[in-house]
């Protein structure tokens, strides 16, 4: 190390095994979606972008996978059956995961939806059909991309 250095030895060691490691490599993104063909959509729309997505077609798919799996972020649809978006959500809040980042989405919404949606602390509530580079947005957002 040199007087005109700003890092020492070990420092500069550290910032290059930092620089040298996968940019996000664990991201992961679930979407959670009841509806096949949006489903795969979307997991195509991810994909295209190098951003790593696993999906469920129902909460009970989505909370196993979120048990199993290490998740970054969830997109789910508002109207699924047996339980709806908000279920899912207040599930999750609940959960040792309660500071997952969700973004929300439906083709049918009522001003209430969004305000509890909104009270369950998502990131975003988005109207179908999705502004695919909003989404890409958010999501990179989110994932620190």
């Known amino acids: 190390m040199t007087e005109h250095d700003i890092l ?16 996000s490599a664990s991201s992961c993104v679930l979407i959670v979606e009841d509806d096949p063909v949006a489903r795969e959509l979307l997991a195509e729309l991810l994909e295209l972008n190098a951003i790593e997505c696993l999906t469920a077609s129902n909460e009970e798919q989505a909370l196993a996978l979120l048990a199993s799996k290490p998740i970054n972020l969830m997109i789910t649809d508002l109207r699924m059956l047996p339980h709806d978006g908000l279920h899912l959500i207040r599930k999750v809040r609940d ?3 309660a500071t997952l980042p969700i973004i929300i989405m439906s083709g049918d919404a009522s001003v209430r939806d969004a305000i509890d949606a909104m009270h369950l602390h998502v990131v975003d509530f988005l109207l179908k059909p999705i502004d695919t580079a909003k989404l890409l947005k958010l999501i990179r957002q989110e994932l620190g991309m």
């Open 8 to 23: 020492t030895d070990a420092e500069r060691e550290a910032l290059k095994e930092v620089m040298s490691s996968p940019v």
């Open 95 to 97: 959960s040792d995961q």
